[in-house]
């Protein structure tokens, strides 16, 4: 799987869009592009995934650049219960075969201020 | 909404001792997998199951870690013989498929394993 790059952390105000940077320059063509957030010590929550077109679904959007390499999440109005380590994971998306494990990273932690 | 459902909690034991974390997947889905997260520490793969059998595991999934659908609705992680460095949160997660749509893996809320 591709590696990805977060910052470490970043800040928002509360009511604010949180906006929040991946680099992937090493994905290929099969590889997609997926958003997990972690709240304090509970199990990782899936937000939103997506191949080359941007998404959109109730938690946030997803922005893609054409060239793949980077992408944003976007939480459109951010709430302190969004505060959360936000993971920006690559991994190949074929279906069928085996099913394998998602790899995390560091993921940024964001904090949001009331 | 479904969920995936864990049990215990939290579990403490001796080392040396066999632990057996439980997790009830979503009940549709036909990939599970779990995970752990040594406090302060990222969440790691540890394995992956399909159609009966391991699809996938990391280097952590040494022959002390075993993992069985007894039945079908429940999807265990057995440790055999604890270690102090096999404490951590246990995540258990499901998904429909394995790729393409729909392959969003879904958590529980995780056992904290306790060794002492």
């Known amino acids: 799987d591709a590696k990805t790059t977060q910052p470490t952390s970043m800040d928002c105000a509360e009511g604010r869009a949180a906006n929040l940077p991946c680099n992937h320059s090493?994905?290929?063509?099969?590889?997609?592009v997926y958003w997990y957030r972690q709240i304090h010590s509970q199990g990782p929550q899936y937000i939103i995934h997506?191949?080359?077109n941007n998404e959109t679904n109730e938690m946030a959007s997803l922005i893609i650049t054409e060239d793949r390499k980077s992408s944003t999440l976007i939480l459109p109005h951010a709430t302190l219960r969004d505060t959360a380590v936000y993971y920006c994971?690559?991994?190949?998306?074929?279906?069928?075969?085996?099913?394998?494990?998602?790899?995390f990273g560091k993921g940024t932690h964001l904090i949001i201020q009331p | 909404e479904p969920e995936v459902t864990q049990t215990p909690s939290h579990q403490v034991t001796q080392m040396g001792q066999e632990v057996i974390l439980r997790c009830v997947p979503i009940?549709?889905?036909?990939?599970f997998y779990w995970y752990r997260q040594i406090l302060g520490q990222k969440v790691e793969f540890l394995v992956s199951?399909?159609?009966?059998?391991?699809?996938?595991k990391s280097e952590i999934f040494d022959d002390q870690f075993s993992v069985e659908r007894p039945d079908g609705s429940n999807f265990t992680l057995k440790i055999r013989s604890t270690k102090l460095e096999d404490s951590a949160m246990y995540f258990c997660?499901?998904?429909?498929?394995?790729?393409?749509?729909?392959?969003?893996?879904?958590f529980g809320p995780g056992t904290r394993l306790t060794v002492l």
């Open positions: 997660a499901s998904s429909l498929t394995s790729g393409g749509r729909n392959n969003e893996q879904f």
């Open positions: 090493t994905i290929s063509g099969n590889e997609y």
């Open positions: 997506g191949l080359k």
């Open positions: 994971i690559v991994r190949v998306g074929f279906a069928g075969g085996g099913a394998d494990g998602l790899t």
């Open positions: 009940s549709n889905h036909l990939y």
């Open positions: 199951f399909y159609n009966n059998e391991i699809s996938e």
